[in-house]
């Protein structure tokens, strides 16, 4: 006995050594623990065993050395034989090394020349070629050039070249120097004389025009009588001899030698400025004013001919022309939608940014204060049906203001057009849209948030609309935008869609479940489809953070709802004949995750329990028959404070019934029928007691 310990002690020992050799220095201190917590002497035959150890570690170094001697004393006497050959060659380096110096002294001076003169005539060239971009604002002198360019006054298209010649072209080459700086000054000051030269001269002109109104709307009608009977009027005016009114071009001569041209020069000379569209306006204000003196007079004006019906025509053919309008802007819309690619406008830079909210009037503190790079929350076809919307406004503008109607009218008429856009044509192609079958959740999130951001937009349409038309929208018989409704209509149903998809992808996943509900045994762990379920809802209602809260939550509530009304059916399902223990309990474990889940707020903003809530009936169905407490479903049943008082007594009996029929093999009945009748009468009994209080709830 003593002999086998000493063995063991050390082969022990020798365990020990062999870890101290091969392991890391930090585990050595458990390691010599176990030598104290073994044998009351044992440390002491280790410490023996371990100075054979050190003695023979000692040897093989001893012997190592005495090995490798012989090497290191000729390798000392190689090295020392070397020394004199590498002293030679030291030397032999420095004398070429200071050799080379000498000679390459006179090649480093000529060197140094050349890089001067090459500087001299880089610099050279330099002078030539500005003194060449000089020439152009040079030639004579500044003073010179001003003084030309004042006599082009008078050609002004040919002054107004010139400048911007020299400002876009010559100044910009030259402009360190101070003289194009003088001439840059002095630009602005010239170009405001030829403004002001040009409208004075387009003022003349119009108000010529004006002295000859009555002779020209005379001419006008007149010309539309000869067209009316042009047969009978021109045999008229050759038996008379009188010369006939004829159009040439863009000019109107009369046969009183009055002629009218509607092209003035003054307009093209600002074309290249800035102040294009001021003259733009005002010619096409007076002429519109002029237009409408000649060919729109009032029926007590005595030319003869009633107007009335006239306007009734005009009002019909604007009607129609608002009709041949929203169907073209409808296929415009649908083009918009057919292309978005429903994510949020990424954004790189501040420019970016800028004309983002250029096109679109985008307002959020919080994004504004982010860094770049950031997203703005609509996708890109937000700004792109603002856009369209403005457009249109243009196009009935440009019908509607030539009916002679007052501001109001024109205001009025603009916002019942735009309103027909709104509540028929957009809201359809929205509509139209959500019903799509390849939008999914992800685009449905989209268009509410894109709804959301139109909606805040349409008071900047009815601003916009304002400040066309000059009219307050303080004013009695001012219409509003009907957009909000159009929009709000719009994100409810894509709502209603969200909770339809989720519900259908639910279902999907329910279809997937593929239990055995003979089972002896539960698996131990939730069901894999049951788990990408959940996995699926954890990652759409991340998308549904954008979402306005209350959408989210009753999405979230619609999902799990629809979740337990499944999986109750599924259990309830007429076609399923018998149900083991072991399913109930794998069942269980499924509605345990769906618990979980509830209960980890996938969406915020829920109370308490309340999305727990959802699945209280499965719970509490499941914890009868896992508990197996009849008696206290049966002695509580009707009382507010049962404890599984969701539990309907027609759901138990046909759950029980799923049961009852598979006492014949391995499941819940088995032990009761073999080991105790008792508990089978107690089933028995139960069943009775639920029969009746169904009957009782039926009759």
């Known amino acids: 006995m003593v002999e086998n310990e000493t063995m063991e002690c050390i082969t022990e020992h020798e365990r020990i050594l062999q870890e101290i050799e091969s392991t890391d220095t930090a585990c050595v201190g458990p390691t010599l623990r176990s030598i104290y917590d073994d044998q009351p002497n044992a440390h002491k035959h280790f410490m023996e065993k371990l100075d054979v150890r050190i003695r023979n570690h000692d040897r093989e170094i001893e012997k190592m050395c005495n090995f490798h001697h012989q090497g290191f004393v000729d390798a000392i006497t190689e090295l020392l034989k070397v020394r004199a050959d ?85 100044i910009p080459r030259v402009s360190q120097y101070r003289f194009c700086q003088i001439m840059a000054e002095n630009l602005p000051t010239l170009r405001e004389e030829i403004k002001e030269i040009s409208m004075s001269n387009l003022k003349d002109f119009l108000e010529s025009i004006r002295k000859h109104s009555d002779k020209i709307g005379e001419t006008a009608m007149r010309q539309a009588q000869q067209h009316r009977t042009f047969n009978s009027a021109v045999a008229k005016q050759a038996s008379m001899g009188k010369k006939p009114v004829y159009l040439l071009g863009r000019r109107t001569h009369t046969s009183n030698g009055l002629k009218i041209d509607d092209d003035t020069g003054d ?49 019909e053919i604007r009607d129609q022309y608002n009709e041949t309008l929203l169907k073209k802007w409808s296929l415009v819309f649908r083009e918009i939608f057919e292309f978005d690619n429903y994510s949020p406008i990424p954004v790189e830079t501040e420019e970016e940014y800028k004309l983002v909210v250029s096109r679109f009037p985008f307002h959020d503190v919080e994004t504004e204060k982010q860094d770049f790079p950031k997203k703005l929350p609509m996708s890109q076809s937000v700004p792109q049906i603002y856009t369209q919307v403005k457009e249109f406004i243009y196009a009935s503008l440009k019908f509607s203001e030539s009916l002679h109607r007052s501001s109001t009218e024109i205001d009025d008429m603009l916002r019942k057009a735009t309103n027909l856009l709104l509540t028929r044509t957009l809201s359809s192609c929205l509509q139209n849209l959500i019903k799509k079958p390849h939008i999914g959740l992800t685009e449905l999130v989209q268009i509410i948030i894109n709804t959301t951001q139109l909606e805040q937009a349409c008071r900047y349409l009815e601003e916009f609309i304002t400040n066309i038309t000059n009219v307050s929208p303080e004013t009695v018989h001012t219409s509003r935008l ?152 049966l002695a509580d049943y009707g009382q507010p404070t049962s404890k599984y008082l969701r539990v309907n007594p027609s759901t138990a009996l046909a759950l029980l019934e799923k049961m009852k029929d598979t006492s014949k093999k391995n499941n819940i009945f088995f032990q009761f029928m073999k080991n105790d009748r008792d508990k089978q009468k107690l089933i028995e009994t139960v069943v009775k007691q639920l029969r009746s209080l169904v009957n009782g709830m039926s009759s």
């Open 86 to 170: 590498a002293e030679k060659l030291m030397a032999q380096v420095t004398d070429t090394n200071r050799r080379l110096q000498e000679a390459g002294r006179e090649v480093t001076a000529q060197t140094e020349e050349v890089i001067r003169c090459r500087i001299q005539q880089r610099n050279m060239a330099t002078t030539v070629e500005k003194l060449q971009l000089c020439i152009p604002g040079t030639t004579d002198s500044p003073t010179i050039l001003t003084n030309a360019i004042k006599i082009c006054l008078y050609r002004h298209y040919a002054a107004l070249k010139t400048m911007e010649q020299l400002e876009m072209v010559y």
């Open 482 to 633: 009907y957009g909000l409704s159009t929009f709000k209509d719009a994100r409810h149903a894509a709502e209603g869609e969200i909770y339809t998809k989720l519900n259908q992808k639910i279902d999907e996943f329910i279809q997937l479940a593929d239990y055995e509900w003979s089972m002896a045994e539960s698996d131990g762990r939730a069901s894999g489809y049951l788990m990408d379920l959940i996995n699926f809802l954890r990652s759409t209602f991340q998308v549904f953070t954008h979402l306005p809260g209350k959408v989210a939550q009753t999405a979230c509530m619609s999902a799990c709802k629809h979740l337990s009304t499944s999986l109750m059916q599924m259990l309830l399902d007429t076609e399923l004949k018998q149900i083991s223990m072991g399913a109930i309990q794998q069942f269980n474990l499924d509605v345990i995750q769906c618990e979980l889940f509830a209960s980890s707020e996938p969406v915020p903003g829920f109370q308490g329990d309340t999305l727990q809530l959802a699945f209280i009936d499965l719970r509490q169905l499941l914890d009868l028959f896992m508990v197996w407490d009849w008696s206290t479903y």
């Open 267 to 315: 307009e093209e000379d600002t074309d290249e400025e800035g102040d294009r569209e001021t003259f733009e306006n005002y010619y096409r204000k007076q002429r519109k004013k002029q237009v409408r003196l000649v060919l729109q007079p009032q029926a007590n004006m005595g030319y003869g001919f009633p107007v009335n019906r006239l306007f009734d025509l005009l009002f």
